[in-house]
């Protein structure tokens, strides 16, 4: 058997976020999360199951990785396929390389859908979403386009993503702030662990977010650009409060960050409707109308370079290539 599948899938920005597991191993979160898949930074990947080789085998942007947790992905979809065979991986980002968003949840959307076809497995998008998940939670909302919802639901049957619209047609898309960060980060697996383990605020996220996803959705529905922008601004900062309140405390933030946001909030005064969201880094992504967006672009340059911002609108969901 040899058989070789390409996919493209887009990385998402959550506006609600996912933050903390029930289950690690299956990776059910404790809150439901609703996202933006964004158009501008996607992984094209390459799955060759062939029964002549003896290994798995990873390639990230044509350096061979090590990665166990591409592995134990395989693992899954071997067992899923009842196969036996092993399979050369080759990924390319298509993310500006400082630009630290290069994302698990269009890699493991990505390898999802290569692998799952590569193997003769044919999926459901629910059941690719839930496939994804197993890689990366994140990547249960990559395989949708336009805003999505995971639904967290219980055990790996019930928790998937559903789309809410996958074809976004109102003015809404996001402006990324690149900011170099010198020292490493806590990876966001371990991070929210460690949150959910000692931050006495824990419970709090899980309960206010289930508010803020309603809100959320209402606010969706009424394609209400200002009322999207404080829920997800306001949210972010409650999933960044579980890092600081975590003992000991930690947090994806570094001054560059702050100037960011101040300056988002500085244009909100001026009259501009922008908000911010941060995730396992410190870029800052801003919420804004695509007709503002040049204004914003004009303002932000000269305090971080034209070259650190980028725009980004909806995308698409997963597909072959
Ligand atoms: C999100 N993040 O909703 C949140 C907000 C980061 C901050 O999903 O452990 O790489 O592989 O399931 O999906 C990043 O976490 O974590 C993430 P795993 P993942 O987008």
């Known amino acids: 058997m040899k058989n070789k599948v390409s996919a493209r899938a887009h990385t998402n920005i959550a506006l609600i976020k996912y933050w903390g597991k029930q289950d690690p191993d299956l990776i059910i979160p404790y809150n439901n999360s609703l996202s933006l898949t964004l158009e501008h930074f996607y992984t094209d990947t390459t799955v060759t199951f062939d029964d002549t080789l003896s290994e798995d085998t990873f390639f990230l942007n044509d350096q061979r990785i090590n990665d166990k947790k591409v592995v134990h992905f395989l693992d899954i979809v ?10 050369k991986v080759e990924s390319t980002n298509h993310v500006p390389t400082s630009a630290g968003l290069a994302s698990s949840a269009s890699a493991y959307a990505a390898l999802a859908l290569a692998a799952s076809s590569a193997i003769g497995l044919q999926l459901t998008k629910r059941e690719l979403s839930r496939l994804a998940r197993r890689g990366s939670g994140s990547a249960s909302r990559s395989i949708f386009g336009g805003l999505v919802e995971w639904e967290k639901g219980h055990n790996d049957e019930d928790s998937f993503a559903v789309p809410i619209e996958e074809n976004v047609t109102w003015d809404i898309q996001m402006i990324a702030i690149m900011i170099n960060s010198h020292e490493k980060e806590i990876d966001s697996r371990s991070g929210m662990q460690h949150s959910v383990d000692t931050s006495p605020f824990y419970h709090d996220w899980v309960k206010t977010t289930e508010q803020d996803l309603i809100d959320m959705k209402d606010a969706i529905s009424k394609r209400d650009l200002a009322k999207v922008g404080q829920i997800a601004e306001n949210n972010a900062m409650k999933m960044h409060a579980t890092t600081l309140s975590a003992n000991p405390s ?24 922008c908000y911010f969201t941060m995730d396992a880094g410190p870029n800052v992504k801003i919420i804004c109308s695509k007709a503002e967006t040049p204004y914003i672009l004009n303002k932000l340059s000269p305090l971080f370079g034209a070259d650190n911002l980028l725009v980004a609108k909806p995308g698409p969901g997963a597909t072959i290539i």
């Open 78 to 87: 071997r067992d899923k396929a009842q196969k036996n065979v092993f399979a």
């Open 250 to 273: 930690f947090t994806y933030f570094n001054p560059d960050s702050i100037r960011a946001m101040d300056a988002v909030k500085n244009l909100r005064k001026s009259g501009i409707t």
